[in-house]
């Protein structure tokens, strides 16, 4: 592990109703108690349960996140959530571009680009997310497709604290299958290696998380990786024991 410090992102997509997500909220913060960690925990509830888990998350260490905002401050936007309205129920972060958006709802690396601006303004941290399809990374194609969405989704002006990114290929996802340790610290070497040519020594300090089908069993050789710097986990976020196991293999 690098000397950034690790980031524990729980995604829990479009799981979880008032009881439970209180529950699970409430078990993670309860384990933080008062004391200090080698890693930062982070949840990212679906938006329906920002404003309670901010509640619960409040004067303990647990920071919470939305799963998306809209690029726009504010105005005709059904359905959507501006960043703002995150950040004033006390989230952090927010999730963008994940594979699931790109794909259900079109979101471009311009889309992406464009929402981590609105992120900044807001004074919300931006977790960029990227990865190839399977297809892809059969085609040979993997680092093309990384380098031209960390290009294209990165906006100038991003910096390690201002945002982290996630390397989550697509076919790990909710799959059960994860990178190998190789292929894993391959991408992310060469995802460092671009914030570097971009921003300078800035490069170094982004954390780039690896988000696929992250375990208790697989979490430890993960992020022992060089350039890996946490996980954004989905399924095995929405298990309390779960997701404390994989913060602890961190250590
Ligand atoms: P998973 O999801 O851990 O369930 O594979 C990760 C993610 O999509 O962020």
């Known amino acids: 592990m690098s000397q950034r410090r690790p980031l524990i992102a729980g995604n829990w997509k479009m799981n979880g109703t008032s009881s439970g997500g209180a529950?699970?909220?409430q078990g993670l913060v309860d384990r933080l108690g008062k004391g200090t960690h080698g890693f930062d925990m982070l949840v990212c509830p679906p938006a329906t349960l920002c404003a309670p888990i901010c509640d619960i998350a409040g004067g303990s260490s647990l920071y919470v996140g939305g799963q998306d905002c809209h690029a726009a401050e504010k105005g005709a936007h059904t359905g959507d959530i501006s960043a703002a309205m995150l950040r004033d129920l006390g989230c952090a972060h927010v999730i963008l571009g994940h594979s699931e958006r790109r794909?259900?709802?079109?979101?471009?690396?311009?889309?992406?680009?464009?929402?981590?601006?609105?992120?900044?303004?807001?004074?919300?941290?931006?977790?960029?997310?990227?990865?190839?399809?399977?297809t892809e990374r059969d085609g040979g194609k993997t680092l093309d497709v990384v380098g031209g969405q960390v290009a294209g989704s990165v906006p100038d002006g991003a910096t390690g604290a201002n945002t982290v990114i996630a390397y989550e290929p697509v076919w790990a996802i909710g799959t059960g299958r994860t990178a190998s340790p190789d292929e894993a610290q391959a991408v992310h070497a060469f995802i460092r290696s671009k914030l570097v040519e971009r921003f300078g020594g800035e490069g170094d300090t982004f954390r780039i998380l690896y988000g696929g089908s992250m375990k208790p069993g697989n979490a430890a050789e993960l992020l022992a990786l060089k350039d890996v710097d946490g996980g954004l986990i989905g399924g095995a976020s929405l298990v309390a024991d779960d997701f404390w196991a994989i913060a602890a293999a961190s250590r």
Do not use: F, P, R
Request: hydrophobic residues 50%; glycine residues 8%; proline residues 0%.
């Open 103 to 134: 794909a259900d709802h079109g979101e471009s690396d311009a889309t992406v680009n464009a929402k981590t601006k609105a992120a900044w303004a807001a004074g919300l941290i931006a977790i960029v997310c990227v990865g190839e399809t399977e």
């Open 23 to 25: 529950a699970l909220a």
